[in-house]
């Protein structure tokens, strides 16, 4: 008797099929490999670096070297949102620079 290797049936020793599920016994013969089912690979996403940005302009604004040297790794990313946000969180930092000054001057 051969059981089936699919749902365990029991079956004739000359079946080539399973009965009960109709699985095709020769695609599992004791020592052939069977074939593999494709395997689905996702698609490699590219790190938008948002922790760093968020990080850039809430540093920018407490203390703006922070918001500096964050922009500067920002822009040294290869992703171009990365880089369009390190430019901006520079002027941002620098603009909330030059206010902090002119307000503790007064």
Not at 14 to 39: W, Y
Not at 57 to 75: D, E, H, K, N, S
Request: proline share 6%; net charge neutral.
């Amino acid at each position: 008797m051969k059981i089936c290797p699919n749902c365990g049936e029991q079956l004739a020793d000359e079946a080539i099929f399973c009965k009960s599920c109709g699985v095709n016994l020769d695609d599992f013969v004791v020592g052939k490999e069977t074939p593999a089912a494709p395997q689905y690979i996702p698609p490699v996403e590219e790190n938008d670096h948002k922790i760093a940005i968020i990080l850039g302009y809430v540093g920018g604004f407490i203390w703006p070297i922070i918001g500096l040297i964050v922009a500067i790794y920002l822009l040294t990313r290869d992703s171009e949102k990365a880089k369009k946000h390190g430019k901006y969180v520079i002027l941002f930092s620098l603009f909330i620079w030059v206010v902090s000054l002119l307000i503790m001057n007064r």
